[in-house]
């Protein structure tokens, strides 16, 4: 695989390098080395599945207050997303900026999000599945979020928001996030 960094400070965009043949194909989808070579997480805990029913379907933003904090290796193996990182880490070069990139099940991409970045998406097909690797457990009491449609962060979603959970509609603003972040 092919790490490249993005547009927000510790960010990489994984490009998996897939060999095919008469069978079928194979790619590697993370190797302990070639992570701790560049700093990242070379063991992942936790290993969840999003599965999302109908295009324009809105999961986010969220992520992990510290001391929970967690990496995330994020990749879509069915479907497509319009996947969104948002930087809250106050230190940051890159602090309130986002990203967005398409994962798909087709494309080979894959995203290494740092600790401190909120992380969101919409479906741009039915019946969507999200892969996620991460190096810490889920702490429900650190889980945190921002809006997902703040004016602040103006993400640019690009289909009409479909369906979006209480609790995703609930999470409070990037102002109120970052002042106490």
């Known amino acids: 695989m092919t790490f490249e960094p993005t547009a927000i400070d510790g960010l990489w965009l994984l490009r998996l390098h897939r060999f095919a043949d008469e069978r079928g194909s194979f790619a590697r989808l993370f190797a302990a080395d070639d992570f701790a070579a560049r700093g990242l997480p070379a063991a992942f805990v936790q290993c969840s599945l999003s599965v999302t029913r109908s295009v324009g379907t809105i999961r986010g933003m969220h992520w992990q207050r510290p001391p929970h904090g967690e990496v995330k290796l994020v990749r879509c193996v069915r479907g497509a997303i319009h996947d969104v990182i948002v930087d809250l880490r106050p230190g940051s070069p890159t602090f309130r900026r986002w990203q967005a990139f398409t994962l798909a099940h087709d494309n080979d991409i894959a995203l290494c999000i740092p600790r401190g970045c909120a992380h969101g998406f919409q479906a741009l097909r039915d019946d969507c599945e999200v892969l996620y690797q991460m190096d810490t457990g889920h702490a429900a009491d650190h889980a945190a979020g921002v809006r997902f449609d703040d004016p602040a962060l103006a993400i640019d979603w690009p289909l009409p928001v479909g369906v979006v959970s209480a609790k995703d509609r609930a999470w409070p ?9």
């Open 173 to 181: 603003l990037l102002d109120a996030v970052t002042a106490t972040a």
